[in-house]
């Protein structure tokens, strides 16, 4: 799947700026290039998703 291949994962420590996910939830920043976030835009819309987050958020427990 187009998500297997992410070039860097950083996790922070801290809950979310919100903090409307709830305690134990942490922020991520992922850096990719455009052509593999066309290919995730792409993937998330095909496979019914409702977004990307959701999207990437499933594709993180998957993996």
């Given at each position: ?30 850096r990719l290039s455009e052509a593999f976030l066309e290919d995730i835009d792409t993937t ?20």
């Amino acid at each position: 799947m187009a998500y297997a291949s992410a070039k860097r994962l950083s996790i922070s420590d801290t809950d979310t700026a919100a903090g409307d996910d709830g305690p134990g939830i942490v922020q991520i920043n992922l850096r990719l290039s455009e052509a593999f976030l066309e290919d995730i835009d792409t993937t998330w819309k095909e496979q019914g998703f409702n977004s990307q987050s959701e999207f990437r958020r499933y594709a993180a427990r998957d993996g």
